[in-house]
């Protein structure tokens, strides 16, 4: 991975990318160590070469890797290059808030319970989802005590200043996403949405309401749900192109390639937005870029993009070869600018933390909302 400073100085020359992208895109693949008593920890970072923005970022504790966080200062080897503003434990949280505080992210059916998928380290995380929300009435606890008790969630993340009424702060979301572990069954996680969907309408949504997942597969239960949930999308928990019966569970490997073809095709009928995430790392770039072009003409924004993060020395072994190399990367990166340039689909920071993207996109600033 990266070494140091002027290593990325360097790569920001020979790419034409910002430095700052170099280093971020590198403290994501290569883990932060740290003398904390935490597995994960998370916190907004401030760089000192770019004062003005403050990203968040959520990184495994690992011993070999260039960065390292000292009194709220990250290190990457002896060089100190920016701030790490409240710093915590990452927990696996049931609900919290992005995209300053419009978008909540409702984690309802206890992540932190599946386990199966090689890369993940959900599970390993301290938990505060023990419990699911599977009916109006625990969402309705669950969100008044949101509203009114954010320290009971995590005071420390992006949330709202305490609302007059639970109707007046649901008003104002921009989008609803349920972020969760498999429902065991494409039925359930269909019911579980429109549960979601009716607690929250009734309480002045109006927002867009987001599922993450690979359980809806068919046109029968994707129908179903537009029906009840107009502003319905839905990003398709993807995650590799090859190797998915190594790297993925049971429940999530056996829907092929062709199926989720399938289903984005149904979406695009059914006018519900869609599309993917990814996770880069695990994949040769030639099996990347053709998994991409495969998807393109399907989806109508950007895919969640995320970087994969070893979380001890043996789930190094997941990634292929060459992604040991910073440069695998970033030029992943631009094989993926060079697809979606002349479209209008852009990574948005809020909804990635651990992306390639940071400061540009091919020449193109990226601005708007961090966190």
């Given at each position: 991975?990266?070494?140091?400073?002027?290593?990325?100085?360097?790569?920001?020359?020979?790419?034409?990318?910002?430095?700052?992208?170099?280093?971020?895109?590198?403290?994501?693949?290569?883990?932060?160590?740290?003398?904390?008593?935490?597995?994960?920890?998370?916190?907004?970072?401030?760089?000192?070469?770019?004062?003005?923005?403050?990203?968040?970022?959520?990184?495994?504790?690992?011993?070999?890797?260039?960065?390292?966080?000292?009194?709220?200062?990250?290190?990457?080897?002896?060089?100190?290059?920016?701030?790490?503003?409240?710093?915590?434990?990452?927990?696996?949280?049931?609900?919290?808030?992005?995209?300053?505080?419009?978008?909540?992210?409702?984690?309802?059916?206890?992540?932190?319970?599946?386990?199966?998928?090689?890369?993940?380290?959900?599970?390993?995380?301290?938990?505060?989802?023990?419990?699911?929300?599977?009916?109006?009435?625990?969402?309705?606890?669950?969100?008044?005590?949101l509203f009114t008790l954010p320290e009971k969630y995590n005071s420390t993340r992006p949330h709202f200043h305490r609302p007059l009424s639970v109707s007046t702060s649901i008003s104002n979301?921009?989008?609803?996403?349920?972020?969760?572990?498999?429902?065991?069954?494409?039925?359930?996680?269909?019911?579980?949405?429109?549960?979601?969907?009716?607690?929250?309408?009734?309480?002045?949504?109006?927002?867009?309401?987001?599922?993450i997942g690979s359980e809806l597969v068919s046109k029968k239960e994707l129908a179903s749900i537009k029906e009840r949930v107009?502003?319905?999308?839905?990003?398709?928990?993807?995650?590799?192109?090859?190797?998915?019966?190594?790297?993925?569970?049971?429940?999530?490997?056996?829907?092929?390639?062709?199926?989720?073809?399938?289903?984005?095709?149904?979406?695009?009928?059914?006018?519900?937005?869609?599309?993917?995430?990814?996770?880069?790392?695990?994949?040769?770039?030639?099996?990347?870029?053709?998994?991409?072009?495969?998807?393109?003409?399907?989806?109508?924004?950007?895919?969640?993009?995320?970087?994969?993060?070893?979380?001890?020395?043996?789930?190094?072994?997941?990634?292929?070869?060459?992604?040991?190399?910073?440069?695998?990367?970033?030029?992943?990166?631009?094989?993926?600018?060079?697809?979606?340039?002349?479209?209008?689909?852009?990574?948005?920071?809020?909804?990635?933390?651990?992306?390639?993207?940071?400061?540009?996109?091919?020449?193109?600033?990226?601005?708007?909302?961090?966190?």
């Amino acid at each position: 991975m990266l070494k140091d400073v002027k290593e990325a100085e360097e790569l920001s020359y020979k790419y034409d990318i910002p430095k700052e992208d170099v280093i971020l895109i590198s403290l994501n693949a290569s883990g932060l160590n740290s003398d904390l008593p935490y597995k994960r920890v998370r916190f907004k970072l401030r760089l000192y070469s770019q004062p003005q923005e403050v990203f968040y970022f959520g990184i495994p504790i690992i011993r070999n890797t260039p960065f390292y966080l000292k009194n709220n200062g990250l290190f990457l080897e002896t060089q100190k290059v920016g701030d790490c503003l409240e710093v915590e434990n990452d927990t696996c949280d049931a609900t919290y808030f992005r995209r300053n505080d419009t978008v909540l992210v409702l984690n309802s059916n206890s992540r932190s319970s599946c386990s199966g998928c090689a890369f993940c380290a959900t599970y390993r995380q301290d938990a505060t989802d023990k419990f699911t929300l599977d009916s109006e009435e625990k969402l309705e606890k669950c969100i008044k005590d949101l509203f009114t008790l954010p320290e009971k969630y995590n005071s420390t993340r992006p949330h709202f200043h305490r609302p007059l009424s639970v109707s007046t702060s649901i008003s104002n979301l921009y989008q609803i996403s349920i972020v969760t572990g498999c429902f065991g069954s494409e039925e359930k996680a269909s019911e579980h949405i429109k549960t979601v969907a009716q607690y929250f309408c009734k309480n002045g949504f109006n927002g867009e309401l987001l599922y993450i997942g690979s359980e809806l597969v068919s046109k029968k239960e994707l129908a179903s749900i537009k029906e009840r949930v107009p502003n319905f999308a839905l990003i398709f928990s993807l995650e590799c192109f090859t190797r998915r019966n190594e790297l993925l569970k049971n429940i999530k490997s056996r829907v092929t390639l062709e199926d989720i073809e399938n289903v984005f095709n149904y979406c695009k009928e059914l006018g519900i937005s869609r599309s993917f995430t990814y996770i880069v790392g695990l994949e040769p770039i030639e099996e990347i870029v053709k998994g991409f072009k495969r998807f393109l003409h399907l989806i109508d924004r950007f895919p969640i993009i995320q970087i994969f993060q070893p979380h001890w020395e043996e789930q190094k072994k997941l990634r292929v070869l060459d992604a040991e190399n910073i440069e695998y990367y970033i030029k992943v990166r631009k094989e993926i600018e060079k697809m979606f340039i002349t479209t209008s689909l852009r990574p948005r920071s809020w909804e990635n933390y651990r992306g390639l993207w940071y400061f540009t996109f091919g020449n193109e600033k990226l601005g708007g909302i961090r966190i």
